[in-house]
């Protein structure tokens, strides 16, 4: 059974610094990993996904990085700013069911920048 | 754009009785999800709908049931209410195709379940 972890489960930082979060699983037969944000009280918003053949994706300050081979994957985040707080979580979509049976999440990182 | 719909957004229930969840998308995706999210247990997957007609069980299918209606809207069921089924549910759909590359997830704001 594939086992999601992310570390820090909690992060407070100052406004402006860059950052990491990170995501790591127990099985690398993956076929796609997405990073998720959950704003308190609302669903939840795909942020980047990168598929197995891929190392990583990127959407302006946000960079997703994948290793498979490792079980890992970080979320850079460039110049943190207030309106980046909120939950973020790691989600992965099992190779055996090509994508379309599920994905399987971490219990997030939450995440506050302050002003 | 709508995109995942789902209703009602709260609902108290009362120990066995008995409500449907309903949601719907407008993205013409093929598969819909709905998963449960807990404090401290994370999002967990309940059944899935890869395509239209098809419904498969998820990792918590207990004490639910679902119904792939057509290809935009996914019921779930609480036949019997819990206490344990006390939970935010959302719905989810993506562009999966086995065997072919997906789309990201698009997910419902959630309904807010509790069972007294």
């Known amino acids: 059974k594939q086992e999601v972890t992310q570390i820090p489960a909690a992060l407070s930082v100052p406004e402006g610094e860059n950052l990491v979060l990170n995501c790591s699983f127990t099985?690398?037969?993956?076929?796609?990993l997405q990073w998720f944000r959950q704003d308190p009280g609302k669903g939840l918003t795909s942020l980047l996904l990168?598929?197995?053949?891929?190392r990583e994706q990127t959407s302006g300050r946000l960079n997703a990085s994948l290793d498979k081979s490792s079980g890992r994957s970080t979320l850079y985040i460039a110049a943190s700013q207030p309106g980046d707080s909120a939950t973020y979580l790691c989600?992965?979509?099992?190779?055996?069911?090509?994508?379309?049976?599920?994905?399987?999440f971490g219990k997030g990182t939450h995440l506050i920048i302050q002003p | 754009n709508a995109g995942v719909t789902q209703t009602p957004k709260f609902q108290v229930l009362k120990t066995g009785q008995s409500m449907t969840l309903q949601c719907a998308q407008d993205?013409?995706?093929?598969?819909m999800y709905w998963y449960r999210q807990d404090p401290g247990m994370g999002l967990r997957l309940i059944y899935y709908?890869?395509?239209?007609?098809?419904?498969d069980k998820g990792e918590v299918p207990n004490g639910y049931n679902v119904s792939r209606l057509n290809k935009r809207e996914f019921s779930l069921r609480l036949e019997s209410a819990a206490p344990s089924q006390t939970s935010v549910y959302f719905c989810?759909?993506?562009?999966?195709?086995?065997?072919?590359?997906?789309?990201?997830?698009?997910f419902g704001d959630g309904t807010r379940l509790s069972i007294l």
């Open positions: 989810a759909s993506s562009e999966a195709l086995r065997g072919r590359r997906t789309s990201r997830g698009h």
């Open positions: 099985d690398s037969a993956i076929y796609n």
């Open positions: 990168i598929q197995s053949s891929q």
């Open positions: 989600a992965l979509g099992g190779e055996s069911g090509g994508g379309a049976d599920g994905l399987t």
């Open positions: 993205m013409n995706h093929n598969s």
């Open positions: 709908s890869a395509s239209e007609g098809t419904t």
